[in-house]
């Protein structure tokens, strides 16, 4: 998977994207993240890349010319055709007007073999970028910052996270908060169910995020400043433990996120745990049990 990210700041980026599985993705050749430098596509004697907004208002806004001309020397593929589906690039324009990116916007940017991120600043950017240019707008939270380049960092960082030797444990991924999609087949996996005998395998009581919140988790010492690990987790019993987890998870996505229970794969098991702790009411969830 190639990044390549166009903004006015290029040595921005030598900090975010040289640590941890960023970094180790891009040495073993699983990314690959270029920088292009807005002001080297400008003509004039002082790299001017903003200008005043027509009608008046507040700030400057980033010129078009700078950036069609960048796209254009990079050969990237024509907007009509990276619209369609299955279409191997996408460029997209950092932008508090885009859709919140999430982690099911990450999984679906993850099937691209090219990702170019456009960092706006200033006030904006010409509209036309958006119109013409980008194939999509993406905002990373309902807040304001002072350009796209934090933005496009943590989105390389939660895609390098998808791509496949990125980690360590590649179910870790499906484990996570927020993670959705296979979450049911990678539990089969995580029960060994279906895998040849004798594969290694992660204990039962390991289970896949399916959109909630994270379960809490605890390491040694079991008992620090009065404080204990549960006892559920120290009993080795991974069905126990399992359901602790998956209860633990329903309760803190109902106390932080109890958005997220609308999109969320919810079993049987975890509708009578939401039922037994009378969190929810009946419109969060369907009649149906899966």
């Not at 040495?27 to 005043?52: C, F, P, Q, S």
């Amino acid at each position: 998977m190639k990044f390549e990210i166009i903004t006015i700041f290029p040595d921005f980026f030598r900090g975010p994207l040289d640590y941890g599985i960023v970094r180790r993705a891009r040495e073993a050749g699983l990314i690959e993240i270029a920088i292009h430098d807005l002001r080297g596509y400008t003509h004039d004697r002082h790299k001017t890349v903003d200008d005043r907004p027509f009608g008046g208002g507040e700030g400057m806004v980033l010129k078009p010319e700078p950036i069609f001309e960048c796209l254009e020397a990079m050969e990237i593929t024509p907007r009509a055709e990276r619209l369609r589906e299955g279409a191997r690039e996408t460029v997209a324009l950092l932008s508090p007007q885009g859709p919140v990116f999430t982690q099911t916007m990450a999984q679906e940017l993850a099937r691209r073999e090219r990702v170019v991120l456009i960092c706006g600043r200033y006030e904006g950017v010409d509209e036309r970028v958006s119109e013409h240019l980008a194939d999509r707008e993406i905002s990373v939270g309902d807040f304001v910052l002072s350009g796209g380049e934090l933005g496009a960092a943590i989105i390389v960082d939660a895609m390098t996270r998808l791509v496949p030797g990125a980690l360590g444990n590649a179910a870790s991924t499906q484990r996570e908060s927020f993670a959705m999609g296979d979450s049911a087949n990678v539990s089969k996996k995580m029960t060994g169910v279906g895998q040849p005998k004798g594969e290694n395998k992660p204990p039962s009581s390991t289970c896949a995020s399916g959109g909630l919140l994270d379960y809490p988790h605890y390491t040694r010492p079991a008992e620090f400043r009065g404080m204990e690990v549960p006892e559920v987790l120290l009993n080795g019993n991974h069905d126990e433990i399992r359901r602790w987890r998956r209860r633990k998870a329903l309760e803190k996505t109902v106390a932080n996120r109890p958005d997220l229970l609308r999109g969320a794969e919810l079993s049987r098991e975890d509708r009578e745990v939401l039922e037994q702790l009378s969190i929810v009411s009946g419109q969060l969830l369907d009649s149906d049990a899966e």
